[in-house]
């Protein structure tokens, strides 16, 4: 069994679970066309609980997208969203053609915490994006808790918790957990697979000990 679970980074599609792996491979296929000569920008929002993966899957689509330049992807916290961040964003824009640096990502994590100024601003720099550009963004609330315009902007996707089954499935597949064990922690955690990972590596850290 791999002795870290709790620092585990998915890196494809396949490492992921339910809606969320369904989610990955539908957009990093999306990213790739673009990638690949396609026309077009990517406007992505990806709402549901916390610890399914919505920023893993912004994370590998902007790779995808990028061709992994890490200079070409840009990470940011709602919060952070100013209606003067969003400014900036919209200067620049005047000037794409002049410094145009080739395919670039932007992920905005908990896209519902920016100031409702810069939310008003914000969907007017998404409307003159240029193309071979992604905005991902991610949020932990209900699509009907976002305001409709918003919604208008955006391919929306639902991650949805994965079933008891699902992660006791994958605990045992990829972590080789004993069956046993992987039941208590998938009906422990509540569909997280965050949480379940951090109870796999706290059972292996009392295993360890024992």
């Known amino acids: 069994m791999k002795r870290s679970p709790a620092s585990f980074k998915p890196l494809e599609p396949d490492d992921l679970i339910g809606s969320a792996s369904r989610a990955a491979r539908a957009l990093v296929a999306k990213a790739r066309r673009l990638r690949s000569g396609g026309e ?11 610890g399914v993966g919505k920023t893993t899957i912004a994370e590998m689509v902007a790779r995808e ?15 952070e969203i ?9 200067d620049g824009l005047a ?10 990502a932007r992920i905005v994590n908990e896209l519902d915490r920016c100031s409702r100024e810069a939310q008003d601003l914000l969907l007017t720099y998404l409307d003159r994006m240029p193309p071979e ?9 209900q699509l009907d808790l976002l305001t409709e315009r918003f919604q208008t902007r955006f ?13 006791e499935a994958w605990l045992v ?3 080789k957990a004993p069956r046993k064990l992987a039941q208590q922690i998938a009906l422990g955690c509540g569909g997280c697979v965050r949480a379940a990972l951090a109870d796999l590596e706290s059972a292996l850290d009392l295993e360890a000990a024992a």
């Open 133 to 141: 550009r992604a905005f991902l963004g991610t949020s932990n609330l």
């Open 155 to 167: 391919q929306t996707w639902k991650i949805a918790a994965p079933q008891q089954e699902e992660i």
């Open 173 to 175: 597949r990829r972590w």
């Open 40 to 50: 077009g920008t990517l406007k992505v929002l990806l709402y549901g609980p916390p």
């Open 65 to 79: 997208l990028t061709g992994g330049e890490p200079c070409a992807i840009e990470d940011h916290n709602g919060r």
């Open 95 to 104: 000037y794409r053609g002049l410094f145009a640096g080739g395919r670039a």
């Open 82 to 90: 100013t209606i003067e961040v969003v400014r900036r964003w919209m």
